[in-house]
């Protein structure tokens, strides 16, 4: 996918805007939308990563084609016009980008043997109700892939889109600190491997 990215410098910030889509493998008249845009931002300097989403019903001006909900510019031009959008309702410089859709984000989890997290409360859709199902009792546990996924995913409670933000960084910060204490390395490559077979980038 070419996409306008700006050329990072080395020891410099580096902004990757990552992008969880709802595509399908094979369904390609289905291009699918956008679920989740977050950008994060890492700081050699400093060792810190930052982060900042972006609700997908927020109302933006898509490059080319005028005003609609900002999740609608991956349907119509993918990651690249999904790039051009953010750049310019942001006015930051985008040096990567990840695209990965739900059955990906389920196996890199997996592949990580799971992501420990402090689940706040009870979450719960059962099947048939027409949302994503969902059950996960409040404690801190170890959340498989397609666990992992419905937590993040999660947005049908007082405060919709803007807890789901919460959740998804305070997921990502938690595999970013899990990730650095592993010991065994010997792990890495085939973590690797899976995030390259379950993205685009």
């Known amino acids: 996918v070419e996409a306008d990215l700006s050329r990072s410098t080395s020891g410099k910030p580096v902004n990757i805007l990552l992008i969880g889509s709802d595509r399908r493998k094979g369904a390609e008249a289905d291009k699918g939308r956008s679920d989740t845009m977050i950008l994060v931002r890492l700081d050699p300097g400093t060792g810190c990563m930052s982060m ?7 109302y933006v001006t898509i490059p080319g084609y005028g005003q609609d909900r900002v999740n609608v510019a991956y349907t119509i031009g993918g990651p690249k016009l999904t790039v051009q959008m953010f750049k310019e309702l942001t006015g930051l410089p985008i040096h990567h980008f990840m695209d990965v859709n739900f059955i990906g984000f389920a196996n890199i989890v997996d592949y990580l043997g799971g992501v420990y997290i402090d689940v706040d409360r ?50 990502l910060h938690e595999v970013d600190r899990q990730i650095k204490r592993w010991q065994n390395i010997t792990k890495m490559p085939a973590v690797f491997k899976a995030i390259a077979r379950n993205t685009i980038s």
């Open 52 to 58: 900042l989403s972006v609700p997908r019903d927020l």
């Open 122 to 171: 009870r979450y719960y859709n059962p099947p048939g109700t027409g949302w994503a199902a969902i059950d996960l009792q409040p404690g801190y546990q170890k959340l498989t892939g397609r666990q992992a996924l419905s937590f993040v995913r999660f947005r049908h409670d007082e405060r919709g889109d803007f807890n789901r933000m919460i959740r998804q960084q305070v997921f």
